[in-house]
């Protein structure tokens, strides 16, 4: 299936799309310093997007043909603010074997999604040198409804993209840095937007059958009335994994869209629904393994969860020559039950160390845009608004069975972020991006503990600015710069005792400052060739993290992160295509002390590539290589991880017109690498009661087949 993208203006609206929501013609956001007045920024804001008076007139705005996309949509030549802005089109997503779903997002350069546990939970995403746990720093959404979940019960940001079915994934928008008004938290390192297929061009049937219990099935049909397009689908899904206690991981998503288009206007109900079940396999310490005990084994075979989470959105556009608008509302409802043992005998030598994380909420939210359009000018104002009700909680279990209550609570959240941004074609050769954004989170904590009862608010200014310089020989320049911000769990801005110590502690700030900059630039210079590269830097005040593990909040050291990336997607021949994606990032804390200045978990060396036959013939095929290179485990820099290099591959063949067949190699040379490491202090039986410091390890999965039959009706 081709991703398609319209280039409605040549300036200065981003590339809109023919299929999907109306074009997002922003992009990320960060927030204020402290320090930073609202009025200077608006200010300076103002000065720095003033057209001169002595400006000669531009030529007028052009509409241009389609540009349809196959795979990777890096000609943005003219068209994005910034070197690390893509779109990933949906061939290009079909043309990768992925092991899970959340490896949609390995699409965007330098990023990693791994595993610590069972594959119901939320994956483990590293990016620009973070360790982004389950999702801190990087925002997902859903045609524009976060998909991220603040105060979650296991990790703040928590994303978990197993309610995305891949197939019906139209293209991915991704953007990097906190440059753009429009995106507000979790977004330091980055965003990714997911967009669905409004219609497809004919029904689709998928069966997946593959090593260790592997089972998938997928059905998906469009119908056209009169009165708009209904789309639905519905996928089955089953999964062992090469555990010595099998995964039995089962889940089930469906999808219902109605969606309709008339003179200029659109209009899309979305409704779905995920539900899922596993055991899971933690990561265990090195030195656990031995002849009797094998890494694929777990030292608590009664860990794993459930999860469920049902959407409903609603979204409307309107396109008019000097102006476009959109809007959505959306209404979620998440539950999630997770049993976790990562130090086994530690603090509870009789019953073990098992811990229950419950977290349930109803989501509501909306975002509204409008943008006015000139010759040479593009303005708009917008508003992001969300409000979670959140009842989580942290236990102690055994065998699944609560035994105590650390902590219970009633959270209410509120976050509302209105923003504007203007774009300006100052001559044929330079324009600039300007936003400015504030965010402010209201919270409302009702804990079992009265004294980390409370409220609580806070808010942030986040000015942008971006500027790009040519097109000279196809080739653009950029220069990028941006505050923003990301929050932290609201029970720890209320939170005055450690309710498993009992030992005071201090509230935290709800919403923590980051200022990023980055130069890059971005060519098509040779024929065939889409290359970008940037050189980035991002500072964070303190990283700040709710430990749902122990309940209560922790403040890191102040942080910076720079590095390279550097992107490519070459068109060798009509039959051939080939992308590499190398990242380098340098992540260190940047006071001074004893302990080090290593950041625990940050990747240093991300590489990406592959090669992709999208068809010859009646043949198709891919050959992929993942490199995730060693990091850090403790801030002395005296325990490293190793690196990962998985191969994968898959080689199809379309026997009849509307029948294909496909084998998929996952861990192609079959390599005993780690999916994750760590470096703490646990307890096996029989060991000192103190504990035993170790590297802890989660296995990547060993070499597995799958064989995948595909049918268009």
Known sequence: MKAKILRRHRFPTRPSRTKGVTPNTSTPSRLRPRWVRPGLCLGLLLALTRPPATAQPLPPAQTLPPVVVTGRADDLVGIADAASVGYIGSAQLDSRPKLRPAEVLETVPGLIASQHSGAG??????????????????????????????THAHGQGYLDLNPIIPELIDYLEFRKGPYYA??????????????????????????????FNYARGLWAESLRFDSGDWLYAIEGHYNDGPWTHPEHFVK???LLRWSTERDGTRFSLLATAYRGEWDATDQIPRRAVGPTFSQWNTLDPTSGGDSHRFNLMAQWAQHRPQSHTRALAYAAHYDLDLFSNFTYFLDNPDRGDQFEQADRRWILGTKTEHARLWDATELAFGLDLRAD????????????????????DRVTQVALGPYLYHRQQWSEWLRSYAGLRLDAGFYEVDSNLPVNSGSESDALWSPKLGLVFGPWKRTEFYLNAGLGFHSNDGRGATTRLDPASGEPVSPVDPLVPTRGAEIGLRTTWIDGLHSTLSLWILDIDSELLFLGDAGTTEASRPSRRFGVEWANFFTLRPWLVCDLDVAWSHARFRDDDPAGDHIPGAPEWVIAAGLTVPEAGRFSGSLRLRYFGPRPLIEDNSVRSEATALVSAEIGYRFLPRWSVALQAFNLLDRRDNDIDYYYISRLPGEPLEGVADVHSHPAEPFALRLVLTGRF
């Not at 939970?121 to 409804?145: C, I, P, V, W």
């Not at 009700?389 to 219970?408: D, K």
């Open 389 to 408: 009700f959140i009842r989580n909680g942290l236990h102690r279990t055994q065998n699944r069975l609560r035994w105590e209550t650390i902590r219970a």
């Open 252 to 254: 089930g998503n469906a």
């Open 121 to 150: 939970k939320a994956n483990q995403y590293y990016l620009r040198g973070f360790n982004l746990d389950h999702g801190t720093d990087f925002a997902a959404s859903l045609e524009g409804m976060p998909l991220n979940l603040p």
């Open 182 to 211: 429009d995106l507000g938290d979790f977004s330091s390192a980055g965003a990714a937007d997911l967009y669905y297929v409004r219609h497809l061009p004919s029904a689709l049937l998928r069966l997946e059958a593959g090593s």
